[in-house]
């Protein structure tokens, strides 16, 4: 494979990512919408049936974009041994993906509460 084919395959595992973060954003946004919006409403197995498809959903992902940084990781470091020179991209440390993971984590964590909180108000 050639020096340009793996710059290609990075640019594309960027591309990936970024996708998936928009996805992301899209499944959290939508699901505080419906949270806030009819979340008092839905019966036990309604609230359920939403919570664990958007569990789903939004590990899959978590997942793919998790696995997009790796490779993209390791595809860096072969471009590295080919060339004998680092390449300015900063991919090379995966505590950013760690801490992104740790941030979508938050964030879903964070919508599961909220749909809770929604329905279980307390009586002030």
Known sequence: MTEYEMGEMMHNQMGQMWQAGQMYFTLVSAYLA???LVGGNLTKAQASVISILYLVWVAAVISGQIIAGFS????????DEINS???PFGTRTPLNMYL?????IAGVLASL?????VRHPKAE
């Open 34 to 36: 419906v949270s806030y």
């Open 72 to 79: 993209l990781v390791y595809i860096e470091v072969a471009l």
């Open 85 to 87: 020179i680092a390449l």
């Open 100 to 104: 992104f993971m740790f941030v979508q």
């Open 113 to 117: 509460w909220f749909m809770w909180s």
